[in-house]
């Protein structure tokens, strides 16, 4: 066919007819001058696609890597030039190190002008460059149906990840015929025969091994795959930073989070263990404890690695594996279940301490409940979210201290039920949640955010309210940034600076945008007022005043700061 027989369209049209053709249902954007042809594309679309209008690019960004996350499909966010894509940029950084798709389009200033740092210009290409898998500018409107299928193609392929387009606004305007292309396809390699072999021989040497599941490129039937294959070896398993939810932590075979606030004796069996198994994490600074725990490059004497990722550069990268195996998880995972399993008996006593451990790790008793009379005991809220909440209810969480109780109490069972950055974002939790509601209308939402966290994009509440989400968010308020707070009495006790906070009466600030809002100041209000959040058609914000001395789960900053002032003293 000649490109004449193909229907004559703007460049704004062909964009959205493509996102089309690659099963795009949401878009998250702020709306910007620079793509006003898009909006208006978008207008005649919105029984195929809804534009969820956000109240900052930073959120909806993040809004659509949650999206990612949830569906593996590349989230697509839309947002103006200069301000618009400086503001999204945090969102890119995430999905990078989430291994989420991600698709950012970027209104661009008319080409013409380019160079001259025109009204909010920036070259994309160079400021995402570092942060995306690929970023391109769209310069002729006859070439969107080939760039927007290959943006989709490197989003997903290989470890997933963040792709940009930018979109400058005269090519949004530009008349081409041209053809569509497919949906896009997957592309990830699978585990050769010999790999699987050796992988199988080592394990039948093992005496202390170890499955260490994380990264991204999962879907459901994998995570039931590496739990037969799990299973039928009676593994111990154990999850990277924040990939909670790869496998079900009321298993028998779950020993614990490779994660911050690690429980000290899973540490220990990371150290010990004879083969780590570690199937799709990065390895990363937290999985590694800062390259502590796992000795870079080569690990230590006696101690063996099976590295399986989907991108073959970053094998070997920082680990130097002893069976580096180029696979996708689902491949790698479906050939997993099909071995026969190693007949071996060695680890059991090893997996039976582990799994008690972790069971002691999420034990939570009165005693250890600080002030319980005078403010809220996050312990007992988590314990009673994961007594309360169903198997598939969705937990979205950003950065800060109040993460660890979550890390460390909740039991999360099923596939995709964690939305938490392992970039260790802040603000990512609410936007994370509504993206969630609007994927899963009938699953309970839980947001969960520190007094710190969640003013990064509190004012999305009105986002939840234009599109009636009733989620339910649990603000835990110390008054600080706690992370910061205690790492300063760490490192400089008692000169407190730059890390205390004047909130808001968050109850109050939910009631204004038309939510509801209550404040929780014992733990024993608690499961009253989170019923009736839960029976509520809208979103429901809790704050919880908790004790500002109960830094973590197990330590307090007022001993911190005695004990790092001591340590000081004696260096004098
Ligand atoms: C966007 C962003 N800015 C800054 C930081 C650094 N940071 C990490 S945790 C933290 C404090 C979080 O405070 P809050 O949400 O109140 O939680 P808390 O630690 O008090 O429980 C800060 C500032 C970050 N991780 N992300
Ligand atoms: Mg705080």
Redesign the pocket.
């Given at each position: 066919m000649h490109s004449q027989d193909y229907p004559a369209r703007t460049g704004a049209r062909l964009l959205v007819d493509a996102l089309r053709v690659q099963g795009v249902d949401t878009i998250f954007c702020v709306p910007g001058e620079s793509y006003l042809s898009v909006l208006d594309a978008l207008r005649d679309a919105r029984d195929d696609i809804r534009l969820i209008v956000c109240r900052h690019e930073g959120a909806s960004a993040n809004m659509a890597v949650a999206y990612g996350k949830l569906t593996g499909t590349p989230g697509v966010c839309l947002v103006t030039r200069g301000p618009g894509a400086t503001h999204a940029s945090?969102g890119v950084h995430t999905a990078k190190q989430d291994s989420t798709p991600l698709l950012l389009l970027i209104g661009q200033i008319e080409r013409e002008f380019a160079g001259r740092e025109a009204f909010q210009e920036i070259d994309y290409r160079f400021m995402f460059a570092p942060l995306t898998k690929w970023v391109a500018q769209i310069d002729r409107a006859s070439r969107v149906p080939e760039l927007v299928s290959r943006a989709f193609q490197t989003a997903v392929s290989g470890r997933p990840g963040p792709v940009a387009l930018a979109l400058p606004e005269d090519m949004l305007t530009e008349i081409a015929s041209v053809a569509a292309t497919r949906h896009y396809e997957v592309v990830r390699a699978h585990p050769g025969t010999s790999d699987l072999h050796r992988l199988i021989v080592m394990l039948a040497g093992a005496q202390r091994p170890l499955l260490l599941l994380g990264g991204g490129g999962w879907d459901q039937n994998a995570c039931v795959d590496i739990a037969k294959f799990a299973e039928a070896n009676r593994l111990p398993t154990a999850v990277a930073f924040r990939s909670q939810d790869l496998f079900d932590n009321r298993n028998e075979l779950y020993v614990g989070h490779v994660g911050l606030g690690i429980n000290s004796s899973l540490a220990q069996c990371v150290r010990d263990a004879d083969l780590l198994l570690v199937v799709g994490p990065r390895l990363s600074e937290v999985t590694t404890g800062g390259y502590e725990l796992l000795k870079v490059p080569g690990l230590k004497e006696g101690q063996q690695l099976v590295h399986v990722h989907a991108d073959p550069d970053e094998l070997c990268r920082v680990y130097q594996a002893d069976l580096p195996i180029n696979a996708g998880m689902a491949a790698f995972a479906a050939a997993a279940r099909r071995l026969d399993p190693v007949k071996s008996t060695a680890w059991h006593s090893w997996l039976g301490a582990a799994r008690q451990s972790y069971l002691d790790h999420i034990t939570v008793s009165d005693q250890g409940s600080y002030n319980s009379k005078r403010f809220v005991d996050m312990s007992q809220v988590v314990a009673y979210l994961r007594e309360r909440l169903p198997a598939d209810a969705i937990i979205a969480n950003?950065?800060?201290?109040?993460t660890t109780w979550i890390h460390r109490f909740y039991q999360y069972r099923t596939f995709r039920t964690q939305l938490a950055p392992t970039s260790?974002?802040?603000?990512y939790g609410l936007p994370a949640a509504i993206a969630a509601k609007l994927r899963y209308p009938g699953r309970i939402v839980v947001a969960v955010?520190?007094?710190?966290?969640?003013l990064?994009y509190g004012q999305e509440l009105a986002t939840a309210m234009k599109y009636s989400l009733p989620i339910i968010i649990l603000v835990?308020n110390?008054c600080?940034?706690?992370?910061?707070r205690m790492h300063q009495e760490r490192n400089y006790p008692g000169r407190v600076y730059g890390t205390d906070?004047v909130n808001p009466d968050f109850a109050a600030f939910a009631q204004a945008f038309g939510a509801k809002g209550e404040i929780v100041k014992r733990t024993e209000d608690f499961p009253a007022v989170f019923e009736k959040a839960l029976a509520a058609e809208a979103p429901y914000l809790i704050e919880l005043r908790v004790d500002p001395d109960v830094i973590t789960p197990s330590s307090r900053l007022s001993e911190i700061t005695l004990q790092s002032t001591a340590h000081a003293d004696r260096k004098d």
């Open positions: 945090v950003g950065a800060g201290n109040y260790g974002a802040m603000g955010a520190g007094d710190g966290c969640f990064m835990v110390n600080m940034y706690g992370t910061i906070l």
